[in-house]
């Protein structure tokens, strides 16, 4: 076993933060804001706000910013008061006027009003109401409560300081600790220059003291609620863009400190289903945290030992999708196994038991989660296509599902289960609007549009809402959304992205969009708007990018067009290509790209291309430095910020020489640096070491292959 143990580093403390700096969800100019009105309040009157949020919604991050605004004001005394510390309602009456007591104390100590006749009028040490509170006795009567309220009451009435009681976590009490804690607010909430703060979830809490009141049901709550609770607040729901961008940096991090390597494509197939199937799910940072824990710690577990996409999306469920979670663990025989629609082996029965067991799981999911919960699993479990689609699958499809690791592999799926008031967003009303006008206004109008709504928002936010409702438009919305989107590639960021590859980039995200809509309207003139497509995008990177989605799938029955369809759009690439490139080559300005157009060039017309090739390497003698550069590698780690070239390794020197004669480019290296230089030092290799790529070490490594090739050709003869 290779198993390594999950450093405690890796995880993030679910703990509500207090710097503004560690604010990613823009809940400090809120927090702010309650905190001038409390600050800037003239009436000397009682104030009760409610904060209401879910569970995970950020509820005590905005009582700590709250609390740091307040902390500034000498004249305003703060005091968080925790019900949960207290077994009995005598304790907690008893213990807030201590803590009443004692923060005023303090106060008196630091002011010149203790010389003020204070000390003499209501005594100090505990003691400052003219009870002993030192204590706590077996009871208290309503007398002294009354008692001691009014000597509170009076001296804040002569006070110039103001009270700032905070309360957190109310909906974590039980039922009798909530009604002794509302109990005790009514009880003071007239306490004069004194403000309560109530953080708790509504729903949650008034239907526990709802039992206690009118009908006894959860509007009773509610009505309760409403006569205690003056300013009620709900906090601002976080931004979808930004805890996506939230939850995709955990992903880096674990990632990164698993020391994991990904291939492009399995980072793209884990973008493409968790921004699809699992980002609808992802309402409260807490969720994020979540998952960021849960795959911090399982996939150093099971590093080696099982697929780590798999593993990852595996750990979305659970989080995410709990129920579901649970009924796959305890039910292998439903994933893991093959169906037969036919003969003796009819398994109908079983597919109707797991269509049933499936819709009762999702009864309460909106129809979109179930939707897209039953497609991540059937991502995981490719064999689930046979129970909603036609698909069979074959001993070599299972042989491939070990060799990989998958968790649908009989062998490897036990080892899975071992272990705003907001800044940017889109007023729904002109996001409709944007809808309502895509089958009628021409493309451009569109774009226009967009550019528009953009420039006052936020161009993740927009495509986010737009992907929402990708499986709803029209072919004419389709298309007219498509074309206005490639008018306006410069408004799509392409970088960042998870592991540098850029799927859920903002253009990358634009990018799947389009192909779905695509993927939707296949029985219409897809070809021919994707050829547009690939004219007109106003950045070719984007192109590029579109291009790579519309040829997802790994089987004939999932690709959009056939193979001469998809040469077709791959010469519309190289010609845009040659043509933007100009005199300076496809080599030297699209070194990214240069393995895609080479190949289906070479593919489709293999005369051109290489007349193309000698023509650039004979217009001077860098070119071919040129040209072998953008064959060299990119690498994309943790441990260098960005991505850089790496090396010609034996299999990479096969490759590139498989589309040019190496004696020639042998001979026109030689141009450039003598053989007593490249011979001077044997070549380096920077996935091995920490230099960095130059050119005469590239040269020295082809050199390296090239002499051990030809040497090995001479012994041969």
């Not at 003691?127 to 009354?146: P, Y």
């Not at 009141?213 to 601002?236: R, W």
């Amino acid at each position: 076993m290779t198993n390594q143990n999950p450093s405690p580093e890796n995880y993030i403390a679910d703990r509500p933060i207090k710097d503004a700096k560690e604010d990613r969800f823009q809940r400090y100019n809120f927090s702010k804001r309650i905190a001038e009105t409390i600050i800037n309040r003239k009436s000397k009157e009682s104030l009760v706000f409610g904060l209401f949020g879910a569970w995970g919604e950020g509820k005590s991050s905005v009582l700590n910013f709250i609390d740091e605004e307040l902390s500034k004001e000498e004249d305003i005394v703060r005091i968080n008061l925790n019900p949960w510390r207290y077994s009995d309602e005598d304790s907690l009456l008893i213990n807030f006027f201590k803590k009443i007591s004692e923060a005023l104390d303090k106060k008196l100590n630091t002011k010149m009003e203790q010389l003020g006749g204070f000390v003499k009028k209501y005594g100090s040490s505990g003691r400052m109401f003219g009870f002993d509170i030192s204590g706590i006795g077996n009871s208290i009567s309503d007398v002294k409560i009354e008692e001691l309220k009014k000597r509170v009451d009076d001296f804040l009435e002569e006070s110039t300081s103001k009270i700032v009681i905070f309360v957190d976590d109310i909906d974590r009490l039980d039922k009798q600790e909530i009604y002794t804690l509302f109990r005790l607010v009514k009880l003071t909430a007239d306490f004069s220059n004194t403000t309560y703060i109530l953080s708790f979830d509504e729903a949650m809490v008034a239907a526990a003291i709802g039992e206690r009141f009118g009908a006894g049901d959860k509007s009773s709550g509610v009505s309760f609620l409403e006569k205690i609770i003056q300013v009620p607040l709900t906090i601002p729901k976080a931004q979808p863009e930004a805890l996506k961008k939230f939850c995709f940096d955990m992903v880096n991090n674990a990632i990164d400190a698993a020391t994991i390597q990904l291939t492009e494509k399995e980072v793209q197939r884990f973008v493409f289903q968790f921004s699809t199937n699992i980002l609808p799910r992802l309402n409260t940072p807490r969720l994020a945290v979540r998952y960021g824990n849960a795959i911090s710690f399982s996939l150093p577990l099971l590093k080696g030992e099982a697929n780590m996409i798999d593993l990852m999306l595996v750990e979305a469920v659970k989080i995410f999708y709990p129920e579901h979670y649970q009924f796959v663990k305890a039910n292998a025989e439903y994933f893991v196994g093959s169906y037969e629609h036919f003969g003796i082996g009819n398994d109908q029965q079983k597919i109707n038991n797991l269509k049933a067991n499936f819709e009762e799981l999702g009864k309460n999911l909106s129809k979109n989660n179930q939707a897209n919960i039953i497609d991540l699993l059937s991502n995981l479990f490719p064999n689930l296509d046979t129970v909603y689609g036609n698909f069979h699958f074959s001993d070599d499809n299972k042989n491939d599902w070990y060799v990989a690791k998958r968790i649908v592999s009989p062998q490897y799926f036990d080892r899975y289960f071992s272990y705003a008031v907001i800044e940017g967003d889109i007023s729904d009303i002109e996001f409709d609007n944007l809808l309502k006008n895509l089958s009628t206004n021409t493309s451009q109008q569109v774009a226009d549009q967009i550019r528009e709504i953009i420039s006052r928002s936020d161009t993740g936010t927009l495509l986010q809402k737009l992907r929402s409702h990708e499986t709803d438009l029209e072919w004419g919305a389709s298309k007219n959304i498509a074309q206005a989107l490639c008018l306006i590639t410069d408004l799509f960021s392409n970088t960042g992205g998870m592991l540098g590859y850029g799927f859920d980039t903002q253009a990358g995200q634009a990018a799947i969009f389009i192909y779905q809509l695509l993927n939707k309207h296949k029985t219409e003139n897809t070809f021919e708007l994707a050829k547009e497509l690939m004219t007109n995008a106003k950045d070719f990177a984007f192109a590029y990018n579109l291009n790579n989605w519309l040829r997802t799938g790994d089987r004939p029955e999932e690709k959009l067009f056939n193979l001469p369809q998809y040469q077709e759009l791959a010469k519309i690439l190289t010609d845009r290509a040659k043509e933007e490139a100009g005199d300076e080559s496809i080599f030297e300005r699209f070194p990214d790209q240069i393995h895609y157009l080479a190949s289906t060039w070479r593919e489709r017309d293999n005369e051109s291309f290489q007349r193309y090739v000698k023509e650039y390497l004979n217009k001077n003698n860098k070119a071919v430095l040129n040209l072998l550069k953008s064959f060299v590698p990119v690498q994309r780690t943790s441990f260098r910020e960005g991505e850089h070239k790496t090396d010609i390794s034996k299999q990479q020197y096969d490759y590139i020489m498989s589309y040019f004669d190496k004696n020639d480019i042998y001979s026109r290296l030689l141009l450039n640096f003598s053989i007593e230089e490249i011979k001077a030092e044997d070549p380096y290799w920077i996935d091995m070491t920490d230099q960095n790529f130059t050119l005469l070490n590239m040269v020295r490594q082809f050199y390296k292959w090239y002499q051990k090739e030809t040497t090995e050709l001479s012994s041969q003869k």
